[in-house]
């Protein structure tokens, strides 16, 4: 299989450069932000035309996109490109791979959950009620993949984490070496997932996919904490228990948007259809660290 990844040099995609390594199929890794030593192939999803064309004269089966503007905060006021972004391009590699009969896996959060209180794992057939703008924007994503009518599977995640770019266990790795004590938040919960796992079950889905499991499933790492609980791990394995880090509540910390206080991801699904063995968050921290 011929196999297209957009937004290559972002935190899962440079896992799925990872994994591509030991597979028998061939990878393009598109994005339109370069990286010096790093070979990425120029394509801008928004265009459907430069996705058409990619996908026809390179013979792409499937389309991993890992591409998003992923700004929580600054969505808020940029709305037209979160929605161009998160919603209108995924349309467009949706409407591509149709014509082609091809396969869409479609990386969604678990943003799409959170105006409701609710404290049990959210299942993929509950209503979306995003607080925000970005989620707002990635659920309108989903629809408009689903309203195509092509082969797609769309993973929800959440708090991902990698040895690579931005992210939150990369902060908290400096921060906690660089400062005497912190405060985290201890009233939101969910589940951190380690990007390297989630770029390896998307290869096994891949694999498996025969065209019956078309659908919305949910990924995460097993197990349930607070961002304070994940915080406080990550010292441990970093070796940077010194700093003092204390638990607070999240209006100590003003944000423009109102983060789902509880987003744990129901993983039933994807365990059952794809076969799948999930491993517990703080393994996969542990992996992470020491690598």
């Known amino acids: 299989m011929v196999i297209l990844v957009t937004g290559a040099n972002g935190q899962l995609g440079n896992e799925m450069r990872i994994v591509s390594r030991n597979s028998d199929d061939s990878y393009i890794f598109t994005d339109v932000n370069q990286v010096e030593g790093v070979e990425t192939v120029y394509l801008d999803i928004t265009d459907i ?3 058409r064309e990619m996908v026809n004269t390179q013979g792409v089966n499937v389309i991993v996109n890992c591409a998003a503007y992923t700004n929580v905060d600054v969505a808020e006021t940029n709305e037209a490109l979160a929605l161009k972004l998160n919603a209108d391009a995924p ?12 396969l869409l896996v479609q990386i969604s959060t678990d943003y799409v959950f959170g105006r409701e ?19 707002m924007t990635k659920l309108g994503g989903e629809q408009k993949i689903i309203a195509t009518g092509c082969h797609h599977v769309i993973i929800r995640t959440a708090w991902l984490y990698s040895e690579f770019c931005k992210n939150f266990c990369k902060t908290m790795m400096n921060l906690t070496a660089t400062k005497p004590s912190l405060q985290v938040v201890f009233d939101q919960v969910g589940t951190p997932t ?10 096994v889905i891949i694999k498996k996919f025969d065209g019956s499991q078309t659908g919305i499933y949910h990924y995460s790492n097993e197990g349930v904490c607070s961002w304070y609980d994940f915080t406080k791990m990550i ?8 700093c003092d880090v204390q638990p607070c509540h999240s209006d100590e910390f003003p944000s423009p948007v109102k983060r789902p206080s509880y987003s744990v991801l129901d993983k039933t699904k994807i ?17 992470c660290i020491g690598n």
């Open 49 to 51: 035309h430069a996705v």
């Open 235 to 242: 010292a441990e394995y970093n070796g940077t228990t010194a």
């Open 194 to 203: 380690y990007a390297l796992d989630l770029a390896r079950a998307i290869t």
């Open 271 to 287: 365990k059952k259809v794809f076969g799948l063995k999930i491993p517990y968050w703080t393994e996969s921290l542990k992996q």
């Open 91 to 102: 349309e467009n590699l949706a409407q591509v791979i149709k014509e082609v009969d091809g």
């Open 117 to 135: 209180p609710y404290n049990v794992p959210c299942r993929e057939e509950q209503q979306g009620t995003p607080t925000g703008v970005y989620g």
